[in-house]
């Protein structure tokens, strides 16, 4: 491997796309570290420091820390990916969009992701006035106005624009996947804090040593589960008739229909999370009831330590799981090409049987895949709400998916690359 990112860096071209890309994210955390004016910082983060197992703590944890300090950045790539799933359900919902999104071409999809780009400066305007309106009601303000007002919202806007911007230079001119790649940096620039973070409890004897190579063992052992479900795959044999065309034949070859076991990536999570964590999220924008009182209790109840969280959370990353899945892979349209294309599933025939085939063999993969996101993002729960010292770790079982997720696709990206250059792959 190591003898590959030599002959990677030997090549002038590959090695401008990766210059290139380190550039672009460099630019990036610059601007993580860039403070919006008008903004307290210093008592942002304190307050943030009770959102960690909140919705604002997951957003946090996407924008590598620049929510909770206010800087130009602050918003990530959420406003993106929101205009980007909007575009998606809409491209299913409005035929017009549909047909342009296929039927379209090239010409088509540039259509598409300029709608895409306009809808991601109304999200982050929209989010931008949202977080101003937070960091007012809890008096985090320096200067109050409306001139403040605009200079924070707009510059929280911008922001979000310039971060959708980087993400297509590096897709255009790096190693692609840009908005992938954004979303990398931004979590593992929180490795280095959490790692001294868990060295100082070692060293306070908050935590045990045996108990911190406990949890680097469980996150190697989490890492190679999600290598191994990433690249599973379950494979429907296909056998194509022969047919006679003047004096050749054509078809009679046999391949398969690749289905991926999770197909729907870390999306079912991010989702779950939202919609899980709303009710405390929207509580800590009110004032906090009384020790004691019946709201209180109920916050605790659903908070994201308690089992009616974690029941519900598992639930709701099941059922989107199976959502996305029936988004992405449309057994029926599947079925239809392989009929007009000559193809057949051996034991079934063609149309309504294949489909339902289809279908069944797709409810089977979408479970253990649901399953599986399930459980990876219910271990760091189980653990923090074990032990007081590991409530950090709420959300980082969605960062290892997305992590390990986008460096497998960059791997992939760069491999593609040097096989065009007949060098060995990566992933040989």
């Known amino acids: ?71 130009i950045f602050a918003l990530s790539i959420q406003p993106y990916i929101n205009a ?25 999809r540039k259509k598409i992701a300029s709608i895409t780009r306009y809808a991601t400066v109304a999200i982050g305007l929209l989010q931008g006035f ?49 908005i992938s790649i954004i979303l990398f940096a931004s979590i593992i620039s929180r490795v280095p804090s959490m790692t001294i973070s868990m060295i100082s409890n070692v060293v306070n004897k908050q935590l045990s040593l045996i108990g911190f190579f406990g949890i680097l063992l469980g996150i190697a052992a989490v890492i190679v589960l999600i290598v191994y479900v990433s690249n599973a795959e379950r494979r429907i044999p296909v056998q194509y008739s022969k047919r006679v065309v003047g004096r050749k034949m054509y078809g009679g070859q046999s391949t398969h229909l690749p289905m991926k076991v999770n197909m729907s990536g870390v999306m079912p999570i991010i989702f779950a999370q939202s919609i899980a964590a709303l009710p405390a999220t929207l509580a800590w924008f009110f004032k906090q009831p009384a020790p004691g009182s019946f709201w209180a209790g109920f916050l605790k109840a659903i908070g994201t330590s308690s089992p009616i969280y974690m029941a519900a959370y ?84 969605t960062s290892i998916i997305i992590v390990v997720g986008v460096a497998l696709e960059t791997m992939k990206n760069l491999e593609s690359q040097m096989l065009m250059r007949h060098y060995k792959g990566f992933l040989e």
Request: charged share 10%; with cysteine.
């Open 130 to 178: 949202a977080f101003f309106l937070m960091i007012k009601n809890q008096g985090l303000l320096i200067q109050s106005g409306i001139w403040q007002a605009i200079v924070i919202v707009l510059t929280f806007t911008a922001g979000s624009a310039l971060i959708m911007w980087l993400g297509e230079q590096i897709t255009e001119f790096g190693i692609g996947n840009g």
């Open 84 to 108: 980007s799933i909007i575009m998606n359900l809409l491209c299913i919902a409005i035929p017009a969009l549909e047909r342009m999104q296929k039927e379209g071409g090239e010409e088509g």
């Open 314 to 397: 598992f639930l709701l990353i099941i059922g989107f799981g199976y959502f996305y899945a029936s988004i992405q892979f449309n057994p029926i349209e599947i079925a239809n090409n392989l009929k007009k294309n000559g193809g057949f599933i051996p034991g079934f025939r063609a149309g309504r049987p294949t489909s339902d085939f289809i279908k069944k063999v797709l409810g089977r993969i979408t479970l253990f895949g649901s399953l599986y996101l399930g459980i990876i993002a219910l271990i760091p729960l189980v653990f923090g709400a074990l032990s007081p010292q590991l409530s950090g770790l709420a959300f980082s079982g």
């Open 1 to 71: 491997m190591f003898q590959t990112f030599r002959n990677a860096w030997r090549i002038m071209e590959v090695r401008k796309k990766i210059l290139f890309t380190l550039f672009i994210l460099l630019l990036y955390r610059i601007g993580n570290a860039v403070p919006v004016p008008y903004i307290n910082v210093a008592e942002l983060q304190k307050y943030f420091n009770n959102l960690q197992n909140t919705v604002m703590g997951l957003y946090n944890v996407m924008s590598g820390n620049a929510f909770a300090s206010a800087t």
